[in-house]
């Protein structure tokens, strides 16, 4: 198997693992607050990542890598999971799973301006009009829409490109895994003391849906998703493995239905179709 094949593969394991983020933290916050759910997915996934980092013997990263890893840590450990923990107070799950269309375009712009890739101008042109299809949606309100947690998710959506670009660009130097375990390190110092204060009076009340949510956006969403993701991303190129995202919603939307008996119209589905068929032309001509 050569290397772009192995990054398109570790790319589709990681969509698989991400398409339960959205659900699991729609679960989570029904029971749980967002700055504290935030804070406990980074705290634990950090210490799972620092545990491997010891065992295993990894070198520290350079000081020329500890920006991009500050990069790295505000746009996926900090900036998506805190905005989209937000955004799914005023929004269903299902509704916000469509946005995650966007993602490819934000990685892939991303990639050009952090990680030196040159794209075609064809790719533009379908991932802009699959974009549009979206933001369409979004602007129609279908569905359970809200203007403050449409802003949120175009704003996660903005941040996780940018981490996505970044931790790309240092996986090839650092390792997939690696990026996103020192990346959650370097955010502990913040995330500790946050999740401290937003502890809550008691934790009687938070319901077993909520733990397992947490539990999954900890472990899978927050690490295990990203050791694959990265990877794929460096191997097979930023703008052209990122076009899988586009498959998430079709997984993610699936989920909200049968874990959490949410309505997923029929307007959604085809605005997701129309998408994913979009990303498919661009991915034609990623490179």
């Not at 990303?279 to 001509?285: D, L, M, S």
Request: aromatic share 10%; hydrophobic share 55%.
């Amino acid at each position: 198997m050569d290397t772009t094949t192995r990054g398109w593969l570790n790319g589709f394991i990681g969509v698989l693992i991400f398409a339960g983020s959205l659900p699991a933290t729609r679960a989570a916050v029904a029971d749980l607050d967002p700055t504290f759910l935030t804070a406990a997915r980074a705290s634990i996934a950090a210490l799972l990542g620092l545990a491997m980092l010891l065992v295993l013997r990894q070198r520290r990263p350079s000081r020329a890598d500890v920006a991009g890893l500050l990069v790295v840590a505000l746009g996926v450990v900090v900036g998506f999971p805190l905005l989209t923990a937000l955004a799914l107070q005023h929004v269903s799950s299902a509704h916000s799973i469509v946005f995650l269309g966007l993602l490819p375009l934000s990685t892939a712009l991303f990639g050009v301006l952090r990680g030196g890739e040159r794209l075609r101008p064809a790719f533009w042109g379908f991932s802009l009009l699959g974009s549009a299809s979206v933001v369409g949606y979004a602007l129609l309100g279908a569905g359970q829409a809200s203007l403050q947690g449409d802003l949120l998710m175009l704003a996660a959506v903005l941040v996780c490109g940018l981490g996505y670009a970044e931790g790309a660009r240092l996986s090839r130097t650092l390792g997939g895994w690696q990026v996103i375990s020192w990346a959650l390190v370097l955010s502990l110092p913040l995330m500790l003391p946050l999740l401290w204060l937003r502890w809550p009076a008691t934790l009687a009340d938070v319901g077993n849906p909520a733990w397992l949510g947490l539990g999954y956006v900890s472990v899978f969403s927050m690490l295990v998703g990203f050791m694959f993701w990265y990877r794929g991303l460096a191997q097979g190129g930023i703008a052209a493995v990122g076009q899988l995202q586009l498959l998430q919603p079709f997984f993610g939307l699936g989920l909200a239905a049968l874990l959490l008996h949410e309505q997923v119209s029929a307007m959604m589905l085809l605005v997701t179709l129309c998408a994913v068929t979009c990303v498919a032309g661009a991915k034609r001509f990623a490179r």
